[in-house]
T-cell receptor, first 114, second 111 residues
Framework: SAVISQKPSRDICQRGTSLTIQCQVD?????MFWYRQQPGQSLTLIAT?????????ESGFVIDKFPISRPNLTFSTLTVSNMSPEDSSIYLC???????????FGSGTQLSVL | GQSLEQPSEVTAVEGAIVQINCTYQ??????LSWYQQHDGGAPTFLSY????GLEETGRFSSFLSRSDSYGYLLLQELQMKDSASYFC????????????FGQGTELSVKP
């Protein structure tokens, strides 16, 4: 299993500002995944964060809007840049540990943009 | 591309059995997972099937038929605390280990 500490748990931000979400894992992991979940919706993968290389973004998500850092095997950040109300969502980091069958999630960051 | 279909909502009574189906389309399929998410909480892993057949974990079981691109989650002896959203998710070799989630099924358990 994995213990993932994600913060902040929630924030209310003004349009045009940026928010950085942090994710700390209690063990070394190769890949970390960032998902977005809009109210009542499914989880949409934003990007995969790999240590030592650029993040891999999914269709519809770009680095300028969602820059990701992965300085080591236990930590990653996702920044939501130049926010608009459409960015209001829950953002979740997740990792595989041990077997690649189980994905563990952080507790999520609920973002509201006014 | 990949796609998954599951019912948007299911209602059942305490003590009953409910089955949540999931059909998928993907190339390079290697596994189907199920996750539970309570309101305000993060998704938690329930089960994983890579091979055809039934996997049982306590009150929950999951089934996979690779030839039919179909799976289901079976919940027995339903309890009120089972009210949650349930997501099926596929992993494929083409996606490098990423999980793609279905739209989720909201299960309401009534007394």
């Amino acid at each position: 299993s994995a213990v993932i500490s994600q913060k902040p748990s929630r924030d209310i931000c003004q349009r045009g500002t940026s928010l950085t979400i942090q994710c700390q894992v209690d063990s070394q992991v190769t890949m970390m995944f960032w998902y977005r979940q809009q109210p009542g919706q499914s989880l949409t993968l934003i990007a995969t964060a790999n240590q030592g290389s650029e993040a891999t973004y999914e269709s519809g998500f770009v680095i300028d809007k969602f820059p990701i850092s992965r300085p080591n095997l236990t930590f990653s950040t996702l920044t939501v840049s130049n926010m608009s109300p459409e960015d209001s969502s829950i953002y979740l980091c997740s990792v595989y540990t041990g077997d690649n069958e189980k994905l563990f999630f952080g507790s999520g960051t609920q973002l509201s943009v006014l | 591309g990949q796609s998954l279909e599951q019912p948007s909502e299911v209602t059942a009574v305490e003590g009953a059995i409910v089955q949540i189906n999931c059909t998928y389309q993907t190339s390079g399929f290697y596994g189907l997972s199920w996750y539970q998410q309570h309101d305000g909480g993060a998704p938690t892993f329930l089960s994983y099937n890579a091979l055809d057949g039934l996997e049982e974990t306590g009150r929950f079981s999951s089934f996979l038929s690779r030839s039919d691109s179909y799976g289901y989650l079976l919940l027995q002896e339903l309890q009120m605390k089972d009210s949650a959203s349930y997501f099926c998710a596929v992993a494929s070799y083409n996606q490098g280990g990423k999980l793609i989630f279905g739209q989720g099924t909201e299960l309401s358990v009534k007394p």
